[in-house]
């Protein structure tokens, strides 16, 4: 199978070049290929947690060699959308990665005059924090978040991860929310804005169906299904809509 040569590459982590806290084969020889010939690309990643220079340090533990203009997270794509919005005040549910990544913006202490409630991942989240988003929400506020996953793959096993957050308050608010990170063609489309290439010249790189390959298709570019993390050969099967090519590793990508 000849597997077309693009200009930019959207590529995603967790099962793609490596999995939980192992490293996954031919990660890094793809890496050191892009790097070596000059090749465009960004890892892109749902995790708002981290800043991208958080996430280029995790990567050395893989041995991938690669700097934080390379990574682009849901939480960068999420200060892009609100920029665009022309929103000034947010209510910010989240951690450190989160709300760095925003500090231009007022963060506001309540719901008072906010324009936007912004709920990334928060591994302190209490009770009082969903009350004053809801409150927020039901004044008028943008509910918005970071990213959809429902789970979070960690060395024990998964956990609750950003989706259930988010669905509390739409529930509670009767408000559907507005998701940046993937599947949704907002992300896609802020991080192919960073550069000046046509879609037929950008691929998404990824493992799991549902977000990954979504993403690229919700983003009208071609897609590369890697057969090493969460989405089999036998699953694609039964997709309606099939990537533009699926490969049992990243090495079939180092020409």
């Known amino acids: 199978m000849s597997i077309k040569q693009y200009k930019l590459y959207l590529i995603d982590l967790d099962g793609t070049i490596y999995n939980g806290d192992k490293k996954i084969k031919y990660a890094k020889e793809f890496v050191d290929y892009l790097n070596t010939n000059n090749i465009d690309y960004l890892f892109l990643t749902n995790n708002s947690t981290r800043q991208p220079k958080d996430v280029a340090e995790h990567l050395k533990k893989f041995d991938i060699e690669t700097s934080e203009e390379h990574v682009f997270t849901s939480s960068d794509a999420t200060k892009i959308y609100l920029e665009g919005k022309g929103y000034k005040n947010l209510y910010v549910i989240g951690e450190a990665g989160l709300k760095n990544t925003l500090n231009s913006f007022t963060q506001r202490e309540n719901e008072e005059d ?3 409630v912004v709920v990334g991942l928060d591994r302190q989240l209490t009770y009082d924090k969903l009350a004053t ?3 927020a929400v039901l004044n ?9 996953d429902a789970l979070l793959p960690t060395a024990n096993g998964f956990v609750p991860s950003n989706g259930g957050q ?7 608010t009767s ?3 507005t998701f940046i990170g993937k599947p949704s063609k907002i992300i896609m489309e802020s991080a192919m804005n960073l550069f000046s290439y046509s879609k037929d ?5 990824g493992d799991n169906y549902d977000t990954d390959i979504m993403s690229g298709i919700n983003g009208s570019i071609d897609t590369i299904h890697v057969q ?3 989405t089999s050969l036998e699953d694609l099967e039964t997709k309606e809509h099939k990537p533009t090519y699926s ?8 020409k």
């Not at 008028?140 to 959809?148: Q, S, V």
């Not at 490969?247 to 180092?254: P, S």
């Open 228 to 230: 090493t993390g969460v």
């Open 166 to 172: 988010v669905k509390y308050l739409e529930y509670a």
């Open 175 to 177: 408000t559907p929310a």
């Open 201 to 205: 010249e950008i691929v998404m790189v």
């Open 114 to 116: 906010v324009d936007a």
């Open 140 to 148: 008028g506020a943008e509910l918005i978040g970071t990213n959809p």
């Open 133 to 135: 988003a809801a409150k």
């Open 247 to 254: 490969i049992k590793n990243l090495f079939e990508l180092v």
